[in-house]
């Protein structure tokens, strides 16, 4: 019976109790068949048969020539039985292909219960795709697109969406794939219906959403044309007992929990030390000396007194209020310790101590986070170097202190990378709001700090290092509510493949593919960093670019070599080189030297005064048809780099001053000079970088891809 949504919901349940019932993990072909008429999914006309007879009769009926399948619960691949035999256009034909597919069958395996053999129309044409769906265990759900047949092991040129897709999402899909311009219709070919291919991508992805029990579905080949799709072969692997998802907190008790973890009114030092070399001692000194006002009770039972602190035997002892512990005792003890702060009614345990899953203790992981989760307290870590927050002058941590306030946070699965993080906000002076570790994950993850720094006032950029994410939908969920108005930077370590795991599906085990993470992070409109260099300079930049109104980019250089550079990375980047109007370059030229070049790039050419500069570069600021400007210098005696720099940020403070707000990077090439040049651009809001022409636009192409996501282009 179809429900008001057109599904039969009914059909497929039936189906699939009937697979559970028979301790079954795939469904056949004429099962297969049930679930796609159940959703509306175009198949061929079939049917079954027994004998050799009745595949003869049933071939007549449905008009030849056909196409015959071994039909088994047992043999999922067909082809790799010799199940499988097409274009039979006789009776003769069909009678012998029939005994054909059940002796091999037989042969491929002796114990499989064969039911027949599946006659189905013979359907071709058009141009052969796979649409699938898998469980994915960082993502749950995932459709996949392709183009079919063999060519999908081959290219392995596919594209994923996070299940269920709408259908302006199937569609984008759809065109995600490298050769999409084959489904347009090439050397005289017509074009595919999208919206209908893109109409069995959202009810397929309906499907597995609505029974998660169906683990991995194939629909491949589909032979889709500008008729239609049709899905000429079917398979569905089930799985009856699905791992359980992570626990998920609401949006109000993350940020319950986080406000009170980053805006402390006291902290417990459980562990603290007066014994220098110790972390108990590190992370006193650093919370003290870095300014922060509120209460900090050091826990020791040996000590009276710590750091110029009356000391407490355990965390029972010290008085109430306490927001935060930071354990800095060893593993073992923390379960016991955990329990007397639990009962005391912190809000969030920092797990600064190693030794629990990363070395193999994952009982005692796993215990502690039953303690945590007993008592109400949110983990962080274990195994992590602690958090800095700017604005309450927190250094939670037992490694050097940090003090340059800012707005970007910047979080770190490992403790060596976070450290990265912290050298390299110190040498560029970058403004922090936070620097967070998070290291095993037991509980606190991205997605609850994406929840707290996408509404935290002194935060306006995420970046986040991770090397695997605990609940995939959690973040992208998480993620789509921050985009529209911060951009997330993403650096995913093991980008690389290991080899696709063993699947039971083509889609299976093209899902065993970093490009999962590529394309989910895309979908929920992250900005994904290529290497650590680039999460660092995406999360210092992307606060100091303003957002561009448009896609017109220009290019003003003083080095031919600089603009041809610029240039390719400007397509590099998904960016535009604008196509200058007759008027906009009649006025460029009025302003360069005559074996210069108009145009874009514009080529003011090297020996020109700093008037030049100002003149273009102001002209491109005040044109509202220019959207963004890309500047090059080359180091001249005529136009050093200091003078270079003041001039820019001169002529930009002004423009901004006026109301004109648009993005500028440079590239400065020269002597050593030009390094002081671009810090002081940088420093008066032009991001610009010292001998490289691919970084400021590397930069700047990742705030398109922000603004983009975020819906501002």
Not at 121 to 150: H, N, R, S, Y
Request: glycine share 10%; net charge negative; proline share 6%.
């Amino acid at each position: 019976m179809a429900t008001e949504s057109g599904y039969d919901r009914e059909a497929v349940r039936a189906v699939l109790d009937r697979a559970r019932s028979e301790n079954r993990s795939a469904l056949t072909a004429p099962e297969g068949k049930a679930l796609a008429e159940a959703y509306g999914i175009p198949v061929p006309r079939e049917a079954l048969a027994a004998t050799a007879d009745e595949a003869v009769s049933m071939a007549v009926e449905l008009g030849l020539p056909v196409v015959a399948k071994i039909v088994s619960p047992d043999i999922l691949h067909k082809t790799d039985a010799g199940g499988v035999e097409v274009g039979l256009s006789s009776a003769e034909e069909v009678k012998a292909a029939y005994r054909r597919i059940v002796g091999n069958a037989r042969a491929y395996a002796p114990q499989a219960a064969i039911e027949g053999v599946q006659v189905q129309q013979m359907v071709g044409g058009g141009q052969e795709v796979l649409i699938g769906a898998t469980t994915d265990p960082t993502f749950g759900k995932v459709v996949v697109f392709g183009l079919g047949g063999v060519l999908v092991e081959v290219l392995k040129d596919v594209s994923f969406r996070l299940a269920p897709v709408s259908a302006d999402e199937a569609r984008a899909q759809i065109g995600d794939i490298k050769a999409a311009e084959v489904l347009s219709g090439v050397r005289g070919g017509e074009a595919v219906d999208t919206d209908r291919l893109a109409d069995v991508l959202t009810r397929l992805s309906d499907l597995v959403t609505d029974f998660p029990e169906i683990s991995e579905a194939d629909l491949n080949p589909v032979f889709a044309s500008a008729s239609g799709s049709v899905a000429a072969d079917l398979r569905f692997v089930l799985d009856f007992a699905p791992a359980q998802p992570p626990k998920r907190f609401s949006r109000e008790e993350i940020l319950t929990s986080m406000n009170r973890i980053f805006k402390p009114r006291s902290i417990a030092v459980v562990g603290a030390s007066n014994e220098q070399g110790k972390i108990g001692n590190s992370v006193m000194r650093n919370i003290v000396d870095g300014g922060y006002a509120g209460q900090v009770y050091p826990i020791n039972p040996k000590a009276d007194e710590v750091y110029g602190r009356t000391s407490y035997s355990s965390i029972a002892d010290a008085p109430d209020g306490i927001d935060v512990a930071v354990f800095t005792i060893p593993a073992k003890f923390v379960p016991a310790a955990l329990e007397e702060a639990g009962r005391k009614g912190v809000a969030g345990a920092i797990l600064i101590p190693s030794g629990f899953a990363e070395t193999g203790e994952q009982d005692l992981q796993d215990e502690v986070l039953a303690v945590a989760r007993r008592h109400g307290v949110r983990l962080l870590g274990p195994n992590i170097y602690g958090y800095y927050y700017t604005p309450e002058h927190l250094s939670a941590t037992f490694c050097t202190p940090y003090d340059v306030a800012g707005g970007t946070a910047l979080t770190s699965q490992s403790g060596g990378i976070g450290m990265a993080i912290l050298g390299y906000s110190r040498s560029t002076s970058t403004g922090v709001s936070a620097i967070v570790g998070v290291g095993n994950k037991a509980d606190i993850d991205e997605d609850d700090l994406l929840t707290f720094f996408g509404q935290d006032d002194n935060t306006n950029a995420i970046a986040m290092h991770l090397e695997d994410l605990k609940d995939g939908r959690a973040f992208v969920q998480a993620a789509r509510e921050v985009v529209p108005e911060k951009p997330v930077v993403v650096l995913k370590a093991g980008r690389t493949s290991a080899g696709a795991r063993a699947a039971g599906s083509h889609t299976g085990a093209l899902a065993g593919d970093d490009k999962v993470y590529d394309d989910i992070l895309r979908q929920a409109g992250v900005v994904r960093a290529p290497g650590l260099n680039e999460l660092l300079e995406y999360g210092r930049a992307l606060p100091v670019l303003p957002t561009p109104a448009g896609e017109n980019v220009v290019i003003i250089t003083g080095a031919g070599g600089s603009g041809v550079l610029l240039s390719d990375a400007v397509v590099d980047n998904g960016l535009s080189l604008m196509e200058i109007p007759p008027d906009l370059d009649e006025s460029f030229r009025a302003f360069i030297p005559p074996f210069g070049a108009a145009g874009n790039p514009v080529d003011i050419t090297g020996g020109e005064p700093p008037s030049t500069y100002e003149k273009t570069i102001r002209l491109g600021l005040e044109d509202p048809r220019v959207h963004a400007l890309i500047l090059g210098y080359w180091h001249t005696i005529v136009t050093p780099p200091m003078v270079f720099a003041e001039l820019v940020a001169d002529v930009v403070g002004q423009a901004r001053a006026a109301g004109i707000d648009k993005p500028v990077v440079a590239s400065l090439s020269g002597d050593t000079e030009v390094e002081a040049a671009s810090a002081h651009l940088f420093k008066h809001g032009v991001v610009a970088y010292p001998y490289t022409t691919e970084k400021p636009v590397q930069v700047l192409g990742a705030k398109y891809r922000w603004a983009r996501s975020a819906g501002l282009l």
